[in-house]
């Protein structure tokens, strides 16, 4: 997995971004969102990731301008996040395909490819081409209120990449697909950034986050939790982890010895492992028993654990 | 009914629809700013003027593209939900309408009269559910089952999706309303009996101005009144001098039939004040005078067809004759006149006074009650004029529909539509009585006081500074009912059907040229209010 350096171009930009909802009297209901700043960089695979209630979906659509932020500053590609021009160079999947279920697969794309503006060669061949990638050709003709919970994911996906976009918002992605989709699905986030694309992403499946993500971002109650590389969030610190090639009985014995002598001791022949469950799981339970607790290991956020 | 049509004068509709613009875009405004300094606070200024200049620009950024496409998915929307199940009402309704209209045992014009009504009714009632329900659904449908997240994240500006939605609706209406319009005329054509088909027609009248002479012969502003409570009708008096006199303009060649005749329609009530002479009904002289030469020539006695209308066909070359004396005519033998050259001035002016013959008896009459007949304009043309305003009509209800559901949810906008609509067709009026003041007992404190006091509304009310509070909170109160009064459009203007089933012609002009205007005038504050609501409404919030 490439990575990407702190000196590349922010694509999101959030400073401080609160979201409070209100009743019908101005009166506060939630705080959805509170002071949160992070930034995604060019061509990076960003995880958004928190348990149910915690921004992550409300953040995705105050960066598309759906939802107005009650405190701070989103920059999108450059621009505002009520900008329509920005809309020009994102593509967005949302949670659920929220697609016009009336509508062929084929009559669905010219539609999104007509709102780019685009001519009808431009669409027919884009259309053409997502048909292929989100394997959906032999239904092309089928209106979506016919297609299974994944094809529409799909179809919703191949909607999100009409315009070839630059930046790709993946509101759970592989939510309702099958193994084969739900790898179909990462090998295709995978191939986007391959191809220079910025993807934030967030999704409840933590195991495809870990797969395809370089940094995360777990948000809990609306505020940032921890932030930083995945290979680095997931590191253990205490351990000690040499990687050689295969070792005889004797071998292993041998340096159980060495490690003895230096007074240390051989817990486990395995590599020590963690994984992205376990650390979302702790991340949650510490900020039930510490609120104020952060763990953030990002070298370009300077803001470091309380 | 007065069916004179009023000449729409266009200047004076254009400054109309200035004041409803600019009046609109204000409310707009005020509307708008009102809801970012609610939702956002403080903050809400500063949006509002980012508001005003991204507004500027999103209409000049306009993608005719981006709308047709909208305009196309509402269209494929409406038709894949079935909206075009009210062809099946239609189509239930028209196959059993004959069952119900007995048409055959009425008289021709009474039986097209009954049957265009019905067909234009039926039309209008039946597509205006239709424009309301699609036009006040689809929005907050969009917004309910986030399929507008997916556009809305596109380039695509809010304007444009009230733009689209707009057009597309009103497409689909239109659409609906061609094919029943086609429907209803060829079952009009079908199932008018062939006696009656020749009132399938437009007449095309030319009202002249009414005066009236006494029975000594002095001019009078309007005749005998024979005891109706109604005072619609005049009445003169037989074998006297009383005359009524109509008074045309702009008469020329062009009047006459293709058989060079002129046509005169009355339809002159009779009042008896004895049986007078059986198996005849009262008999009427028109004299025809030049205004300018003072040229008198009278026509052949004729009966007063009774209830109903009569047609009568002066040939252009009249016989020299007399006024009728004692129910005879003197004519001056082998002398004639040439009714265009030598009764009609050449200012195109041309005199016709009627005359009762029967001593003792009344004729009636009121000024639309005699009109020149010009060539009939078809029938065709008059009801597809009548389906231009009703298509007009349509329209407006989706542009207000739109407006509303952008910022209400389906069934709350298709409330404040369908009782705007309510309003404009049926309360304008009593809006109107409410808005000159002219009306007893004052204005609606007033009004309270007096009722809870037992007051007469002509008695007179006390004065010191309570009072005077009182008639300035009725003044704002009035001047309050005079904007909703100048919100709500009128839709009388939308309604032709009388004139087609009476077998007049539906003047563009007065009729049809209104109509498109007063849609024309609701469609731009529609379409920024629309496009406000939905540039500072949050989509997700619930």
Request: with cysteine.
């Amino acid at each position: 997995m490439s990575t990407s350096g702190s000196a590349a171009e922010p694509v999101i930009e959030i400073r401080n971004l609160t979201k409070v909802y209100r009743d019908f009297w101005g009166r506060r209901k939630v705080r959805a969102v509170n002071s949160l700043s992070l930034d995604v960089k060019k061509g990076e695979v960003f995880g958004l990731l928190g348990p149910n209630g915690s921004g992550k979906t409300t953040t995705i659509k105050m960066l598309l301008g759906l939802l107005f932020p009650t405190e701070g500053e989103i920059s999108i590609l450059g621009r505002p996040a009520t900008d329509v021009a920005k809309n020009e160079r994102i593509g967005y999947l949302p949670e659920e395909s929220y697609l016009y279920r009336f509508l062929t697969a084929e009559e669905t794309l010219d539609f999104y490819g007509r709102l780019f503006d685009m001519p009808a060669s431009v669409r027919k061949e884009r259309t053409e081409k997502l048909l292929s990638l989100v394997k959906i050709t032999h239904a092309r003709k089928r209106q979506l209120k016919e297609y299974s919970k994944g094809m529409t994911r799909r179809i919703g996906l191949a909607q999100a990449l009409i315009n070839d976009p630059d930046l790709v918002l993946l509101d759970e992605p592989t939510s309702g697909l099958d193994p084969l989709g739900n790898r179909d699905m990462k090998d295709l986030i995978l191939q986007l950034k391959e191809q220079g694309k910025t993807v934030l992403m967030c999704s409840h499946l933590l195991a495809d986050v870990q797969d395809v993500c370089d940094r995360i971002a777990i948000l809990y109650g609306g505020e940032l939790k921890v932030l930083g590389r995945v290979d680095e969030l997931l590191k253990s610190r205490d351990e000690t982890q040499i990687l050689t090639s295969k070792l005889s009985d004797d071998a292993i014995n041998e340096v159980r010895a060495v490690l003895q002598k230096h007074g240390a001791s051989l817990n486990q022949i395995d590599h020590p492992t963690s994984n992205l469950e376990d650390l979302f799981l702790k991340t949650v339970q510490e900020s039930v028993e510490r609120p104020g607790h952060r763990v953030i290991m990002d070298d370009t956020t300077r803001s470091r654990g309380a | 009914m007065d069916f004179e049509p009023t000449p729409y004068n266009i200047p004076l509709g254009f400054l109309y629809w200035l004041i409803v613009t600019g009046f609109g875009t204000i409310v707009v405004l005020v509307v708008t700013l009102l809801a970012l300094l609610i939702t956002r606070g403080t903050k809400g200024f500063g949006d509002f003027l980012n508001l005003l200049s991204s507004a500027a620009l999103d209409i000049v950024q306009i993608s005719p593209r981006r709308v047709g496409a909208i305009t196309r998915l509402t269209f494929l929307e409406a038709i894949r939900r079935r909206a075009l199940l009210v062809f099946v009402v239609f189509a239930i309704l028209f196959m059993f309408a004959g069952w119900f209209l007995s048409g055959g045992t009425l008289v021709p014009d009474f039986q097209v009269k009954l049957y265009v009504s019905f067909v234009l009714r039926a039309i209008a009632w039946l597509v205006l559910p239709v424009a309301l329900l699609l036009s006040c659904w689809g929005i907050p449908e969009d917004i309910k089952q986030r399929s507008l997240h997916t556009v809305v994240t596109k380039p695509v500006r809010r304007l444009e999706v009230v733009l689209g939605r707009m057009l597309g609706f009103g497409l689909i209406n239109t659409l609906v309303l061609l094919v029943m319009a086609v429907a209803g005329y060829v079952w009009l054509q079908q199932q008018i009996d062939e006696k009656a088909r020749p009132e399938l027609t437009c007449r095309r009248p030319v009202f002249g101005q009414l005066t009236f002479l006494d029975r000594e012969g002095k001019p009078a502003a309007t005749g005998i009144n024979v005891g109706d409570i109604w005072e619609y009708r005049s009445y003169i008096e037989g074998a006297t001098r009383a005359r009524a006199i109509w008074k045309f303009a702009g008469i020329d060649e062009s009047a006459l039939n293709k058989d060079g005749e002129l046509i005169l329609e009355n339809r002159f009530s009779a009042f008896r004040s004895h049986k007078g002479q059986m198996g005849r009904s009262l008999l009427y002289q028109l004299v025809f005078v030049n205004p300018e030469t003072g040229l008198r020539v009278g026509t052949q006695l004729r009966q007063v067809a009774e209830f109903r209308g009569r047609t009568d066909a002066i040939p252009r070359t009249l016989p020299k004759a007399g006024e009728a004396i004692g129910g005879k005519i003197t004519e001056e033998a082998g002398e004639t006149v040439d009714l265009i050259n030598d009764l009609v001035s050449p200012s195109g002016e041309l005199v016709v006074e009627a005359v009762c013959i029967d001593p003792g008896q009344y004729m009636g009459m009121a000024r639309p009650d005699l009109f020149i007949r010009t060539p009939d304009g078809s029938f065709l043309a008059g009801y597809a004029k009548s389906i231009l305003g009703l298509a007009m009509m349509v329209l407006l209800i989706v542009f207000l529909g739109v407006a509303a559901s952008t910022f209400l949810k389906g069934p709350v906008a298709t409330l404040l539509t369908f009782c705007l609509v309510l309003v404009g067709m049926t309360a304008r009026e009593f809006m109107m009585t409410i808005v000159s003041g002219r009306f007893e007992g004052g204005g609606p404190i007033e009004s309270v006081y007096r009722i809870v006091l037992h007051m007469n509304p002509t008695q007179e009310l006390p004065t010191g500074i309570a009072f005077q509070s009182m008639h300035l909170m009725d003044l704002a109160i009035r001047q309050f009912v005079w904007l909703i009064f100048q919100i709500i459009p009128n839709f009388d203007y939308f309604n032709m059907a009388p004139y087609l089933a009476n077998g007049f012609d539906v003047s563009f002009n007065a009729s049809v040229l209104p109509s498109i205007a007063v849609t024309l005038a609701f469609f731009l504050p529609c379409l920024l209010l629309g496009y406000f609501c939905l540039r500072v409404r949050e989509l997700e919030a619930k």
